[in-house]
């Protein structure tokens, strides 16, 4: 059984910064892409960001230049360090990964989602 377990969310003025991360657990034999989406009230689900297991990484354009993923692979754990949040940055973040478990295919999981708040 594999889990995705997020933490580092919270409440940030406008201007500040938080740190999420996102630890794998489980029957894993191989991690691929590991990333974020993000999801505003009333609105659908969003790609934020995305790192390959070589590091190669991918943005939504909104988020270029104050959103930074990591990850660390002996770890199994993917972070998001966000900087320069604003208001519009409120939203619950889910990370996601591409898990082979031993003997099966990839497969995609999504973590439970971690709430973000910013605001004065």
């Known amino acids: 059984q594999v889990q995705l377990v997020e933490s580092g969310g919270g409440s940030v003025l406008p201007g500040g910064s938080l740190r999420l991360a996102c630890a794998a657990s489980g029957s894993i034999f191989s991690v691929n892409d590991m990333g974020w989406y993000r999801q505003a009230p009333g609105k659908e689900r969003e790609f934020v960001a995305e790192i390959a297991r070589r590091g190669f990484i991918s943005y939504a354009d909104f988020v270029k230049g104050r959103f930074t993923p990591s990850r660390d692979n002996a770890k199994n754990t993917v972070y998001l360090q966000m900087d320069s949040l604003g208001p519009e940055d409120t939203a619950v973040y889910y990370c996601?990964?591409?898990?082979?478990?031993?003997?099966?295919?990839?497969?995609?999981?999504w973590g439970q989602g971690t709430q973000v708040i910013v605001s004065t």
């Open positions: 996601t990964a591409a898990i082979k478990e031993l003997g099966g295919p990839f497969k995609n999981y």
